[in-house]
């Protein structure tokens, strides 16, 4: 199919470019754009009729005129896929990053995926330890799942998230995960730093990088983590990988979504992101799962930024209704200097009620995470009291309560970058540091488990 | 014009084709692997058409056929226990067809046409008969008898009738006018199927959940919106009311949420006994899952596919539950065609129509007579997902224009770990005044008044509560302390309930009852014992108060809170005597 080209381009508008007079153009067909000066840019159709195509470039369209040459490459967009990605760097498009050959294909995927039918699924179950307590307790990661950060610009989710790559194990065994790195438009120093990490650990062997950083062209941000996600498929439903993927900054996606949008001058939703967000969202992260019958798996740490801190942002908001759950990173905690500063009241996983208990964790999990959230909870809440009434005013539990809120923060959340700790070593640390309470107030702990666990029983 | 013509445009799941005759909700078949579509709009000889599936690929010029059918739904046994995506295909026979991603190009029947049914005739030869009019049975499930009926526009004389094993493209009977009548019948999604009167409903739908039964009850028949922010509790919320509510057929519509959520119904409803039969609970159910990731076309579609199926059992005489979760991601896929049509937008985005639609699609609920002269009923409960938990958004205020009862499901409760996470202060019901006679006739003479006293105990709380902020609890004279006690024990005892406690879940109306009088007995016992002389404290803290407390996580509650109950009240007073 490929090969003619055509010199009938009408309007170019922000990433797109108008033409007339084809022969008939498939929906979604990549397509190449010859400019006057010889460059090359790449593209797809967006829209498609006897009389008109537009065709949206992923490197945007500076220097494109009206005589630009537009060939249609026949074909929709697709990923060359082989156990060769494992240790590649790629840029946003696909193309090596890293100096290496081009990727010798076993087999060519199209980057928008198909949806996995509900009925094929296999609820995930398998406990992820990450050695960080917050999340282990807390918010508990299942193998499988799609659990973003929800962050905010200057807070350290990178780090958060490196710690996670790097910790990152099923317990009692030492079974790797295959890191998929996506970068949509971050700093050049960000990426560095994740690369540099991976470097060290060696992780970076057993990773593929998909690489658009700040000042690549925007538009291509959104095939970058189709790109990823179809390198993650076939590694986990066809080489039997467990994959993790990374994702950052959701946001830059969702905002080159938008400008697409405005320069199709769609009716705008929210905060003038695209009506459609929602959707074209959910076919990135329902991506991840596990499947009946394949040994692999996909979980994903989608990272974005909410904009002013906002959790009702559309980035977030929509997010958050289709992830499985969320890790809420607070600024208020890392001001205080710890680390990692996550606010474990907004976070949530919803898978962890498969994942936690007796036979996979251990039997006082479920109990003893519900109680460190209520006493935090409460103490959190106290201190808004103390403020207006003074701590004096404060009954015997409350004040308990209250200085349980700051050990909590101190010794339960804060922890070194590469403090790697069981999920024992974390339940039995959240025991020491409920015995400043008094038992008669835990009521979410039952005598057994106290009997069992509280630190004045076992000395 | 004829019925093929071609594709002249391709915009995402919008197909405009030229040089074809077309009548609205037209179902088509696109391009050369013959999508699935359906048409939207007609201008001049271009009929704008919505594809159920993926359009990457499709090339202007392609062919487009026009079935002039509707988009319709296939009804018959083997409905029950399926799981279907938003246009009737079963889950299960994509899977075997394409493996385990969902591909294209793929027609499946809604039912195996070969599988046999032994068809037991309850009408005669010579009887009079039309359209609603139960001919014969099919023992579906274990639970459920699936009545053949005459399909609504047939009426006449029955010339032959079968007995014996069938499958359902088969005839069973046969009329007069030589009208060959099969189990299977089709009907058309987007129209309502016909009953003789529609009642007010007078009869609850009971949950097993407190505070809706006790609270907000809503009725057979009638129809309710669950609002809330992400993580607030609209799924689990949404599948308590699917495995424990006393409806006799459950339909289930996943739209436009998440995979693995289906994924756990389908894991768990078989393993799971539906307390009202002590049967499978798969039995009564048929669900569509149209995930977030899959078509938003046939997104759109989901739920009318499944309200026909609801409206199909409703015609048999069953009561029918319909849960759609979510319905804000059905405006969504009105919103994504609509603004591919260029349509000119509403508030938000959302297409014009759009409160008119939800209306459209609630007024498919209700309690009727149906066209056999039995009684049979659609709840139905829509979750709504507002941007940001603000439910002044467009979905939010269309759907509670028109249902009335409002579950309103809220975010701080949700962080409190209170679940069901809501709000007693802001959801409400309209429909304690028609189902108070029941309640009084079926639980007990004072229910109502009951009802009331618990809603105002919360009511004073809360006003209580702001004092409370300024000053602390300590400050309170004693009897408000004492209310406060009482309203902290209605909302820790009596409205929470955790969906996955194994025995808590699911509460017996009865029990329901008897909780919410152990309540108020205890306020009286507290109270009386306070004037007497008691401090609180001494009041709150009787071991068998605790017991009745912890006891609801224990299996036979029921036939032991009476004395619970009795051995707190004998403590409460012997705190006087230790004075
Ligand atoms: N009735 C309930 N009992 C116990 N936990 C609940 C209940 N409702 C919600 N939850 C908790 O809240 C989480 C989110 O609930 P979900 O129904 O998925 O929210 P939504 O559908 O509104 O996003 C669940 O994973 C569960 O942990
Ligand atoms: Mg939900």
Redesign the pocket.
Known sequence: MAGKEYRTITDVKGPLVFLNKTEPVAYGEIVSLRLSNGDIKNGQVLDTSDDMVVVQVFEGTAKVDRQAGVTFLGDVFKLPVSTDLVGRILDGAGRPRDGGPEIVADEKADIIGAAINPYSRQSPHDFIQTGISAIDCCTTLVRGQKLPIFSASGLPHNDIALQIARQAKLKDSDEEFIVVFCAMGITAEEYNFFRSDLERTGALENAVLFVNLADDPAVERIITPRLALTAAEYLAFEQDYHVLVIYTDMTNYCDALRQIGAAREEVPGRRGYPGYMYTDLAMLYERAGIVKGKKGSITQFPILTMPGDDITHPIPDLSG?ITEGQIVISRELHQQGIYPPINVLPS?S?LM?SCIGEKTTRDDHKKVSDQMYAAYAQGRELRGLVAIVGEDALNERDKQLLDFSAIFEDRFLRQSRDEDRSIDETLDLCWELMSNIDTKYLVRLDEELIAKYHPENRA | MSNEGQIYRISGPVVTAKGMSAAMYDVVRVGEEGLMGEVIEIHGDQSVIQVYEDTSGIRPGEPVLNTQETLSVALGPGLLTQIYDGIQRPLQTLEEQMGFFITRGVDADAFDMEKTWTFEPVASVGDEVSGGNVIGHVQETETIVHKIMIPPNVSGTIKSIESGDFNVTQTVATLEDGTEIQMMQKWPVRSPRPFQTKYAPDTPLITGMRILDFLFPLAKGGAAGIP??????????QQ?LAKYSDAQIVVYIGCGERGNEMTEVLDEFPHLIDPNTGKPLMNRTVMIANTSNMPVAAREASVYTGITIAEYFRDMGYDVALMADSTSRWAEAMREISSRLEEMPGEEGYPAYLSSRIAEFYERAGRVNTLSGEDGSVTAIG?VSPPGGDISEPVSQGTLRIVKVFWG?DAGL?RQRH???INWLNSYSLYPPSLDQWYRDNIGQDFPEIRTAISGLLQIEAELQEIVQLVGSDALPVDQQLTLEVARMIREYFLQ????DPIDAYCDINLQYRMAKAVLTFQDAAKSAMGAGSALSDVVNVPARSALLRGRFEEGYIDRIDDMVKAMVDEIEATVEEN
């Open positions: 209704y949530l919803r009620g | 809330g922010p992400f993580g607030s509790g609209k799924t689990v919320t308590s979750a499901l949700a679940f069901p996470a309930q955790n969906g996955f």
